[in-house]
């Protein structure tokens, strides 16, 4: 890698860690090629990123920028999940690391807050920002319903004591 391309690679790197909302690093140690590829595909489809980057580079990358604790946890073969919804990266790296012993999650952050390995775990038990909206969407659909369901079952009801009365005369 030369100059410019590690120089590329850093202000990439910046960009990510500024508009992340989440930053999970892992250790990927025996890793192979078909596993790193399938966790990166998981981390796309969650709108997550996952990038193996080298530790000077990504420390450097981290200067100024609100992540900058996280140089503590760069040391060994590392990898960083990244994602815009403060859940999906930690939800995803967690969930592939119980499946895989060979993906260890070294600790994180969500903002200012750095999070050790209990953190992210916690982190990544709680629902994603679409789970969050479905539910709130639920909320406020659940009202409505209930309220045409109110208004009819008057008729309803009144229909069927109609029903039952004249079928006791029939009778």
Same mark, same amino acid.
């Given at each position: 890698m030369n100059r410019s391309e590690k120089t590329e690679a850093v202000a990439a790197l910046n960009a990510t860690f500024?508009? /992340? &909302?989440?930053?999970?690093?892992t250790r990927n140690a025996g890793l192979t090629v078909a596993d790193s590829t399938d966790?990166?595909?998981k981390m796309r489809e969650a709108g997550a *990123?996952?990038?193996?980057a080298k530790?000077?580079? &990504?420390?450097?990358a981290l200067k100024d920028t609100q992540y900058e604790p996280l140089s503590d946890l760069l040391s060994g073969p590392t &990898?960083? /999940?990244?994602? !815009? %919804?403060?859940?999906a990266a930690a939800k995803i790296a967690?969930?592939? *690391?119980? *499946?895989? %012993?060979?993906?260890?999650?070294?600790?994180? /952050? @969500?903002?200012d807050t750095v999070l050790d390995i %209990? !953190?992210?775990? &916690?982190? /990544?038990? @709680?629902?994603?920002l679409d789970e969050l909206r479905g539910k709130i969407v639920g909320l406020l659909n659940a009202p409505a319903t209930k309220i045409a369901q109110l208004s009819t079952a008057p008729a309803s009801k009144l229909a069927r004591v109609f029903g039952a009365y004249g079928a006791s005369e029939a009778a």
């Open positions: 500024n508009e /992340a &909302a989440v930053v999970v690093v966790l990166r595909l *990123a996952y990038k193996v530790n000077r580079l &990504a420390k450097i &990898a960083l /999940a990244t994602s !815009g %919804d403060p859940v967690v969930e592939f *690391a119980k *499946a895989n %012993d060979k993906l260890e999650i070294v600790g994180g /952050a @969500m903002g %209990d !953190g992210v775990k &916690a982190l /990544a038990s @709680m629902p994603s």
